[in-house]
């Protein structure tokens, strides 16, 4: 028989059996029951636990959410905890304050959650779709490199470089994405290229 049992159920399990073969060994039956019929349900029982990196620093701290609510059957997942992964290299489940603060940020009213413009002539941002923000960065990062690339340097020498976007990435990734984004970036001619922690 295969049992799929985390970790952290294990520990809960063990617990759990531990204090009530106690119990019963020392003939306390109904003392037992009573025990079961008061220990709360644990609070992360039937939620969904998703790996994710933390998005402030570049220490990128691994995390586990764990969410309520059946995606699958159409209903909105809940973010309902969020705590440091301890099996992730980096920080072994530890998580500094402003990580350990997560889930607030994450229910923040505050928080945008989608993207927005100022449009030419108004003091106001509107909100807009992802497709159409997309589409306006795509078609002012084309029009601009048209405008501005220098393809050689006065020598002649082919340079292919574009001085006048510049890109800001993120440090909290995965080496595959910095790549990516390193390529991506480098392919285009930008030349000024950085993120959040400088390196
Ligand atoms: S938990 Fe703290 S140290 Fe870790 S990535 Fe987040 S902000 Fe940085």
Redesign the pocket.
Known sequence: MNIDLSRRGFLKLAGAGVAATSLGALGFGDAEAAEKAHVRAFKLASTTETRNT?T??S???GILIYSKGDVAAGEQATIVHIEGDADHPT?RGT??P??AALKDIVHSESRLTTPRIRRPGTDRFDEISWDEALDKIARALKDDRDANIVLKNDAGVPVNRWTSTGFLAAS?TTNETAWLTYKTVRAMGIAGLDNQARV
């Open positions: 933390c402030y620093c220490v990128a701290c920080n998580l500094c402003k990580g909290a």
